[in-house]
């Protein structure tokens, strides 16, 4: 399981609760797309991303995450895109040791950036990394109007670990129950000049039973 420290603590970030939701820990504790780190940021248009100027991200080799899940809808699809690369940025940012990462500020802004930064920050503070798999699925978006959307989502860390960012050695973690490897994630996200969907706020839950294997 990959889990936040700062010392030899786990820690918590003090988070936004969207409306309806319960209370959670990301804002506090998150997450991570299939995919892509680097060593710099350097912007990569694509047709295929509408020509945007994004952030070139490739994770290494044992860092994954795998996304479940597309709707087929194409505005509904954009947002679940633009969640994964956000995610793929958090991972990029943790395992490079880099909060002030350009690629966080591409895909996050207001408490969801601020929340961002604090936990690649932990990381840093713990000594830590991670490496291994972390499987994103049950996705639900829902367009609120032209320029935001929410989106609901778990997460099942089960296949990932932390490590210690001088030796590469697999570190216990604080949690040991086996639910604590399952998150549940409730994200509020906006369309900016740029036609990028950015997380500005959100909230999670470690243990959620809405995200349990059954």
Known sequence: MRTRVASSSL????????????????????????????????????????????????????????????????????VLADSERGIDAESDAIVRGTPASAALRFYNKGDTLMSEVKYVQSFLDGGISYKGTIRYFDRRVTIVDDKTATLVYCADESGAVNTDRKTGETRKSGQTKRDDNYVLYNTRLTLNSKGVWQSTKGFSKRGAVSCLPS
């Open 11 to 78: 820690v918590g970030v003090a988070v936004v609760v969207l409306a309806g939701c319960g209370s959670g820990e990301r804002g506090s504790d998150a997450i991570v797309g299939a995919g892509t780190s680097s060593g710099s940021a350097a912007p990569s248009p694509s047709a295929a991303d509408g020509g945007i100027e994004r952030p070139v991200i490739r994770l290494p080799k044992d860092v994954k995450n795998v996304f479940e899940g597309r709707t087929g809808d194409v505005a509904k699809d954009a």
